[in-house]
């Protein structure tokens, strides 16, 4: 029942909606655990906020994330950590995990930590990326996949990615770059 904005729920001008009490009372502050955070627009924000908001549970999750189970950990300057677990779902036609779930994963761990280093309203694409898959990624077990920025210019930014698992062994490794869209 605790929504934001009056009975009208719009935004303001600055686009946040501000919460004015319960229908039943409206002089009632909110129950905590219904409280919503206010809209967050994306275009407005840095690569980095907009990590950081993701990983805080403050933004809705991309539909990737839900193809291929990933949830981002940690993101700072150039940085990223997610988890990732491969299912059933996932399966080739040889029984094992199909390929293009570590090169997803990889391929979003890099990315992502290339939004880290954007300015609010700049975007970026893959243009590039290798993986070398080390081993074979196994079944209903989280993996930690990390993306580092490795060098950054006016136009381009290349990562590398890692997926491994708690025992830092191997599963795969990639580099990529990344065109600025402006």
């Known amino acids: 029942w605790a929504t934001w904005g009056t009975s009208d729920p719009t935004p303001n001008r600055s686009g946040a909606m501000r919460w004015t009490g319960s229908p039943a009372n409206p002089r009632l502050p909110p129950q905590p655990d219904r409280l919503k955070e206010p809209a967050m627009n994306p275009k407005e924000m840095t690569g ?9 549970g403050h933004l809705p999750i991309a539909p990737i994330a839900k193809t291929i189970p990933m949830q981002v950990k940690l993101a700072e300057e150039g940085r990223v950590v997610f ?3 491969a299912d059933e779902s996932h399966t080739n036609p040889l029984g094992g995990v199909h390929g293009g779930f570590a090169a997803t994963v990889m391929d979003s761990v890099t990315g992502c930590s290339a939004h880290t280093t954007l300015g609010a309203g700049e975007g970026y694409g893959t243009i590039e990326l290798n993986v070398k898959m080390c081993k074979p990624v196994p079944f209903n077990k989280t993996l930690i996949a990390e993306g580092k920025v490795i060098n950054k210019t006016r136009r381009l930014i290349i990562s590398e990615g890692y997926l491994r698992d708690e025992n830092s062994s191997l599963y795969a490794y990639a580099t990529a770059t990344n065109m600025i869209l402006s």
């Open 48 to 56: 980095l906020q907009i990590m950081q908001a993701a990983a805080a």
């Open 83 to 85: 988890e990732a677990t």
